[in-house]
């Protein structure tokens, strides 16, 4: 939280600003000085001082105000002051010294310290439009109550020490007037943030209205192109097979097959799209359940060790003894594995053939279970690390590897909505790695829930 300097010299309270998910702490003066402390406190000055005082201030002036912006200028932390000109910077110090004058001359009437206020709030307004921070236009303030106060206050009674008695009463007397200077300074600085905070506030709500139609459409287009091509592939599918069964022609068969892997190939990436929308559209809820680890590793290995072996590539599935079983949605932990595998598979070496995918799952501690998924692949630059979860990413040595790039993307919202994290480590050449962590204890909350 910011704090103020130490020498601003006026007790305080702090109150909250909320806007857009932030919290801002600004300090304002109590409000408001009781005119019967201040006339009471006059009555116990002499009116001879008062006036010899004030007559002080006047001569000193263009000294102080001189000071002061020398001193502005230099102090680091007001960079804004070197951003106006001189003028600009000094132009209302005559009229605070002409209002101190006025305070000190008048019995402290609440008339004259809401007059001080009012001028206050201008010049805190003008500081804002010159786009000084709070903290600037406060030091600003404790830099001249102390020149007025050391250099001014203390310099008379040291030259006038026949009047030493007066010297506790007027010194509380100035603070009291730069209490009224704060409080209208802070308090115009308030009300333009707070302008600011609900301009913003109404501009993220604007934003995120569009972002929403943005979302809706998009969805609706991908279900639609997802529909569409699904229709289309069940028809082709359904000719292939079709003319398969009516042709003995050795000559056609292998086409046929390199036909059905197409056939295949869109296939997958119709059920990516309808998997993604329907992420996006928030519709998947979890169906918790118990899996034994060992009944899992044999279908992964059943399922996907043909596939992988055909890739000239060996699939390794292995669980630790000490875990055994785990709970979880089997339906979308078996489409992240199957994303992972068929990512391997795509990267692999296609010139290098002997290559492994590995899965291990490992207990990780009372609250946590871990699923490793290694391949000895081309690997992922570096620099694409950061960006591989992103939707459409497909990596720079892709070649003619299939695919719209939603697989990583689609599985990291699964991990997420499973309750886990996925990371991934890699090296090109060599091949990735990606961990992916989930609590033993797994969440029962909608995708919209969990990113809420």
């Known amino acids: 939280m910011w704090r103020l300097p130490d020498d601003i010299g006026s007790g305080g309270i702090f109150y909250e600003l909320s806007g857009i998910g932030k919290r801002l702490y600004v300090f304002k003066t109590q409000q408001l000085v009781d005119a019967r402390v201040v006339s009471n406190l006059l009555d116990r000055m002499n009116s001879t001082v008062v006036s ?8 000193r002036q263009s000294q102080i105000i001189g000071t002061w912006i020398k001193a502005t200028q230099n102090d680091p932390k007001i960079k804004s002051s070197r951003t106006i000109s001189e003028p600009e910077l000094a132009d209302h110090l005559p009229r605070l010294m002409s209002d101190l004058a ?11 310290a809401e007059k001080i206020r009012q001028e206050a709030r201008k010049h805190g307004n003008q500081r804002w439009r010159q786009g000084y921070q709070l903290a600037e236009l406060l030091r600003e303030i404790a830099i001249i109550r102390r020149l007025i106060v050391v250099d001014g206050l203390f310099s008379f009674f040291r030259l006038r020490p026949e009047y030493s008695d007066e010297h506790h009463d007027a010194t509380d007397l100035i603070d009291r007037f730069f209490e009224n200077v704060t409080a209208g300074s802070v308090d115009q600085y308030v009300e333009n943030f707070a302008v600011r905070l609900n301009e913003a506030a109404r ?7 569009r972002l929403r139609e943005i979302d809706a459409s998009r969805l609706s287009s991908i279900r639609g192109l997802a529909h569409d091509l699904g229709n289309f592939v069940n028809a082709l599918s359904w ?22 892997r197409n056939l295949e190939d869109v ?40 596939i992988a072996e055909a890739s000239g ?25 199957s994303n992972l ?38 690997g992922i630059p570096a620099e694409e690390l950061e960006t591989i979860f992103e939707e459409s990413y497909r990596g720079a040595a892709i070649g003619d590897v299939p695919g719209m790039g939603l697989g990583l993307a689609i599985t990291q919202r699964l991990v997420l909505l499973l309750g886990g994290t996925i990371t991934v480590s890699s090296e090109v050449g060599r091949g990735s790695q990606f961990i992916l962590t989930f609590p033993r204890t797994p969440p029962t909350k909608t995708v919209s829930d969990a990113h809420a």
Not at 239 to 260: H, I, K, Q, Y
């Open 52 to 59: 010899r005082l004030v007559e002080y201030f006047r001569d």
């Open 102 to 112: 006025g305070y000190l001359q008048s019995a402290g009437s609440e008339s004259c």
């Open 267 to 306: 296939g997958s990436l119709v059920r990516q799209l309808t998997d993604y929308s329907v992420l996006l559209a928030g519709e998947f809820r979890l169906e918790i359940e118990e899996i034994s680890l060992s009944l899992l590793c044999q279908e992964i290995r059943d399922s996907y060790g043909p």
């Open 239 to 260: 000719a292939v097979e079709n003319f398969a069964s009516t042709t003995n022609e050795p000559g056609r068969v292998g086409p046929l097959d390199v036909l059905r």
């Open 203 to 209: 501009s993220s709500a604007e934003a995120n209205d």
């Open 313 to 337: 590539l060996t699939l390794r599935v292995t669980n630790q003894p000490s875990l055994q079983s785990i709970r979880s949605d089997r339906h979308k932990l078996n489409q992240i594995v």
């Open 341 to 378: 595998i068929s990512n391997s598979i795509k990267y692999r070496k296609r010139d290098e053939p002997g290559g492994l995918v590995e899965l291990a799952f490992q207990p990780l501690n009372d609250e946590h279970w871990r699923l490793s998924v290694s391949d000895s692949g081309v």
